[in-house]
């Protein structure tokens, strides 16, 4: 398969980066069996020098961490028997979680609010407490509400039935599979790392350290944020899900891509995953059998086993402010070009 029109793709997001819009990016396409397209674009970090991006460089991939790292070791736990999807939290954690049960949150069903200030409790028992005692916004199953606390609780379960620590477990049941060798969890001391936030407390930018004030706390390693990585391994992880391969049984993989949220109001999501809707960064031409998600920092993995493509879009979004939303915009009309330019 071609990419017909890179050039055109690389001139958008160049204009973006002339007008100041966005510091800089790096964009991946892929097959199941070959990388057909990378381009690095503008700069990894403008102040106080400007350093340029380059395919190698290492993003903070914010919460591509709940798909790449977490809902895929829950997928490889799954098989090895550790639990069943419609287990109650309670089995395995300590606390009032009542009728909550993996799947909930691995939907974003759980009823938990949105984000909870947790750098108080650095400790895993205080984490799972503060979030027992947290408001339910809904009932299990109701509601569709993105929740970076439904992933923080499924990391500590992850920990809990395997024995491991989370970030060993990334390594043994998805990085050393996929020979994903340039990935893990931060601080991460790669040579060239996208520079992420301002922080006026130490008067320089966030480089290397998880943006994600929650991961931060508890040391770099969360369900829900933590993962560095550069756009070839987030390609191999798109191809993984694209390959009918030993990592993952293909009724597993069948069983985790499916729509899982139909009927429920919110957007439309599968294990981990979003699909395609409305709201979401996909644009307007991916198929329903599509599955995507992104990072706040400016990161976004989508993957269409249909059109047998797996599209990454690596922007350090955040360094120019939070409010920075030209690579919001930029995603679906990234995906829109790609999907336009593949010829066989």
């Known amino acids: 398969m071609r990419l017909t029109n890179r050039d055109a793709i690389v001139e958008h997001i160049q204009g973006l980066i002339e007008t100041g819009a966005l510091p800089g990016a790096v964009f991946g396409v892929a097959t199941a069996t070959e990388v057909i397209a990378v381009h690095a674009l503008g700069y990894r970090q403008l102040k106080p020098e400007a350093l340029p991006m380059t395919q190698d460089t290492t993003f903070d991939w914010a919460s591509l961490t709940k798909v790449v790292a977490t809902t895929a070791i829950t997928m490889r736990l799954l098989e090895r028997g550790f639990f069943r999807l419609d287990d109650l939290v309670e089995r395995f954690v300590a606390g009032n979680f009542g009728s909550l049960g ?3 949150l691995l939907t974003h069903t759980s009823g938990l609010p949105a984000w909870l200030d947790l750098a108080p409790y650095p400790k895993a028992a205080e984490r799972i407490g503060a979030i027992s005692r947290a408001s339910r916004l809904y009932s299990p199953g109701h509601q569709v509400l993105y ?3 439904n ?11 395997s024995g491991q620590a989370l970030d060993r477990l990334f390594v043994s049941e998805v990085a050393n599979p996929l020979g994903m060798t340039q990935t893990g969890f931060g601080p991460s001391d790669h040579r060239d790392i996208a520079a992420t936030e301002w922080d006026a407390e130490t008067n320089q930018y966030v480089v290397g350290v998880v943006h994600d004030e929650n991961a931060r706390a508890a040391g770099g390693v969360s369900g829900h944020a ?3 990585g550069t756009v070839a391994d987030l390609l191999r992880f798109g191809q993984a899900i ?10 597993t993989m069948a069983s985790w891509l499916r729509a899982r949220t139909q009927g429920i109001p919110g957007e439309l999501r599968a294990y981990g995953f979003q699909k395609p809707h409305p709201l979401s960064s996909a644009g307007d031409f991916m198929s329903p059998d599509a599955v995507g998600h992104t990072g706040f920092t400016g990161t976004s993995l989508w993957v269409d086993p249909h059109f047998g493509v797996a599209m990454v879009l690596l922007t350090n979004r955040v360094h120019l402010g939070r409010k920075s939303n030209a690579p919001i915009r930029l995603r679906p009309i ?4 790609v999907l336009a330019g593949l010829r066989p």
């Open 334 to 337: 990234f995906h829109n070009m």
């Open 102 to 104: 993996l799947s909930h």
């Open 226 to 228: 933590g993962l560095f």
């Open 151 to 161: 992933y923080i609780l499924l990391g500590y379960i992850l920990e809990h039935v």
């Open 242 to 251: 694209l390959n009918a391969s030993s990592w993952l049984a293909p009724p």
């Open 147 to 149: 929740s970076d606390l």
